[in-house]
């Protein structure tokens, strides 16, 4: 495969957003591999099979991997349009003794269940409408046009754990209790049963008490709000879900009608810090999606004539700093760290300065080969590690146009322009030699220990494709990364794994699941030594594992 070269992006702003006909190249590589079998649905495996060890897994590593994806991608003679769409396949890795079993589940969603039973795709998911029930007479079928869409229920993004139990979650404002070790769906919950919210990130903080925080959005003839949510750290009673959940803030959008999509947010010792960024959804276009016929996708949206304004909340109060922390329009999926230091907020975060990748995720394009798919590739702007330091003590004494950041070898910038304005800019937090991987994207830490406090090393994936294709370690202090790789490899987000006793921060491992889309059942759950990043052994599964998007480790005994 070619060498990325990587182009500099111009000014966000010189490209209208509105239109994909002439879409802006930003690299210019060529000979990308076809990569379709990672979007192949697959059937599931309920009951564990061995897989085979090469090398050597820890003896110390006692749990369960668990990982979320997509993993069929069309019902009956009905496709998906979006990578988003496929129905949830849950994974489980167990690994004990220095032994891996496998196993996977679907989703006992309602979104499978109807589509299994009608053997058609009967709910829309986030870039497939659903067609008319042919069922019905023609009449029905026009009225049906006119139906609210329904949010799905189909939980493929993330494991997220509220008062100590497992959940699947995607975006919408349905989630669903599972068991980690059969991988079953125990109950269906629902956000809106405990708190005025039409949905919730998959993406939740939690504090080391348990207590967690999310965001979700509400809709009012006032407009759009966003939510700071908080759910205790304990049930009082066993079949409790999220009773106890509270709202700590709403914060009008900026544009009513069009509210900022987000997947994520930060979060410090004192602060949540929201990301309002120019990818804006048409709160119209997508409630009358089922009578023009147009998704949920079709309502996104990249401005790049706005600035992305970061929102502090205090955690404890509930309320919003007056300050408006400015920065040029950027597109941000996952944040890496927060911390507070010297009166400063650092939020660290992956970024890009375009907003559209989302339409280039399309199953048609992954599933692409030759000139076709290098020129999906080259459409997408590299998503890159950025650092930003936000000052905490403004006053009627802080001075105007100059740099208030005087920490030790940052070259982040943030400059007071108004009463209650400071316009920032970013400090990269890697070298050159990034560029040559592709950037960096599903950023992970040693979280159990560092989340919120000042640290050194992150892992993520590199993009040399459209999918994830090496392993990076970033060194923050001397941005300098390690690196694993290998030709017609693709692995998945970087777990962090501490060792026991460690003493160091990247004491531990690094687990990863390892696509083969070349090579028939041999998908490989992969561990590293988080601190040579050098591979201690791998366990091969015997059946095929679609490309999914996140997971987490549960430790056991």
């Not at 979007?39 to 749990?63: A, F, L, M, Q, Y």
């Not at 125990?186 to 708190?195: E, L, M, Y």
């Not at 967690?212 to 959005?217: E, K, P, T, V």
């Not at 830490?445 to 590199?462: A, D, S, T």
Request: one cysteine or more.
């Amino acid at each position: 495969m070619d060498t990325i070269k990587h182009q500099k992006s111009r000014s966000p702003g010189d490209t209208k957003s509105k239109s994909r006909k002439n879409p802006k190249h930003f690299t210019d590589v060529h000979g990308l591999p076809c990569i379709e079998k990672i979007v192949t649905s697959v059937e599931d495996t309920p009951e564990s099979i061995s897989t085979n060890i090469i090398g050597t897994i820890p003896n110390w590593i006692n749990g369960n991997f668990l990982r979320n994806g997509p993993g069929k991608f069309e019902i009956g003679n009905h496709r998906f349009n979006h990578w988003f769409d496929g129905m949830a396949l849950l994974h489980q890795f167990k690994i004990s003794r220095g032994q891996v079993t496998y196993k996977s589940r679907f989703l006992s969603s309602d979104s499978y269940q109807s589509n299994k039973e009608q053997n058609r795709i009967v709910m829309s998911e986030f870039g497939t409408v659903t067609m008319p029930d042919p069922c019905k007479n023609v009449f029905q079928r026009f009225l049906s046009r006119f139906e609210l869409p329904k949010p799905t229920d189909n939980a493929n993004v993330s494991f997220v754990t509220y008062k100590g139990d497992f959940y699947v979650s995607t975006e919408s404002n349905i989630m669903h209790k599972v068991d980690p070790e059969t991988l079953e769906t125990t109950q269906k919950v629902d956000w809106s049963k405990f708190i005025a919210v039409n949905g919730a990130t998959a993406h939740p903080h939690t504090e080391p008490d348990g207590t967690a925080y999310n965001m979700g959005n509400s809709y009012s003839t006032k407009g759009a709000y966003y939510n700071i949510i908080k759910v205790p750290p304990t049930k009082e009673a066993e079949e409790e879900t999220l009773e106890g959940t509270t709202v700590l803030c709403s914060i009008p959008a900026e544009d009513k009608t069009k509210p900022s999509y987000y997947h994520s947010f930060a979060m410090s010792e004192n602060y949540v810090v929201f990301i309002e960024q120019p990818i804006k959804m048409d709160l119209l276009k997508i409630a009358t999606g089922k009578l023009t016929r147009k998704s949920i996708s079709d309502g996104f949206s990249w401005n790049p004539k706005l600035n992305t304004i970061l929102h502090l909340i205090h955690k404890l109060t509930g309320k919003v700093s007056s300050i408006r922390y400015l920065a040029r329009p950027m597109s941000t999926f996952h944040q890496i760290n927060a911390y507070e230091e010297d009166g400063f907020l650092i939020v660290d975060l992956c970024a890009s300065d375009d907003g559209q990748a989302i339409a280039n995720y399309n199953i048609q394009n992954l599933r692409k080969s030759g000139e076709a798919l290098d020129e999906v590739y080259n459409t997408l702007c590299r998503v890159f590690p950025r650092r930003f330091v936000l000052p905490l003590r403004i006053d009627h004494c802080t001075p105007y146009n100059q740099n208030l950041i005087d920490l030790p070898n940052c070259t982040a910038t943030a400059l007071r322009t108004g009463k209650n304005k400071v316009f920032c800019t970013h400090e990269d937090l890697h070298g050159e030699d990034l560029h040559k991987y592709g950037g960096l994207e599903f950023p992970q830490i040693n979280y159990g220990k560092y989340n919120m406090h000042p640290y050194r090393y992150f892992y993520g994936c590199g993009f040399r494709h459209l999918v994830g294709d090496t392993l990076l370690k970033m060194d923050i202090q001397g941005k300098e990364m390690k690196v694993w790789e290998h030709p017609g490899l693709y692995p998945s987000e970087p777990i962090f794994v501490p060792s026991p006793n460690a003493t160091e921060e990247d004491d531990g491992v690094i687990l990863s699941v390892v696509i083969t889309p070349n090579k028939d059942k041999s998908t490989f759950l992969l561990v590293l030594d988080a601190k040579t990043f050098e591979e201690l052994g791998r366990a091969v599964v015997p059946v095929n594992i679609p490309y999914g998007f996140h997971g987490t480790f549960s430790s056991t005994a």
